[in-house]
């Protein structure tokens, strides 16, 4: 089993920044690569990015790209989602997610966090 916590949500003004982290324990082996999800109230939840397991392939949804940065730290089994320049569109539950693939859509993910609540104010 592998097991994923979120961490570093908060509530943020706009143009604010957080830092979330994914610490990944357990059979870790079974996992490559990470994403990060968010889900709005009400609505689907929605990928935001992925990070390979080396950590040279990266991809963002348009939605936050040049605005959020993926990383990991292999040693510490953990990944990071840095949000800088926030919205008030960005508030919502993110969820950190892992398997063998970095994919865009939830369906290609096992592993899952409890998800960490962030919230943007206007």
């Known amino acids: 089993q592998v097991q994923l916590v979120e961490s570093g949500g908060g509530l943020v003004q706009a143009g604010g920044s957080l830092r979330l982290s994914c610490a990944a324990s357990?059979?870790?082996?079974?996992?490559?690569?990470m994403g990060w999800f968010r889900q709005a109230p009400g609505k689907e939840r929605e990928f935001v990015a992925a990070i390979s397991y080396s950590g040279s392939s990266t991809y963002y949804a348009e939605s936050v790209k040049g605005r959020f940065t993926i990383s990991r730290d292999g040693a510490k089994n953990t990944v990071y989602l840095q949000m800088d320049s926030l919205k008030p569109e960005d508030t919502a539950v993110y969820y950190c997610?892992?398997?063998?693939?970095?994919?865009?859509?939830?369906?290609?993910?096992?592993?899952w966090g409890q998800g960490t609540q962030v919230t943007v104010s206007s």
């Open positions: 357990g059979r870790t082996s079974s996992i490559y690569d």
């Open positions: 997610a892992g398997d063998r693939v970095a994919s865009r859509w939830t369906y290609d993910y096992t592993y």
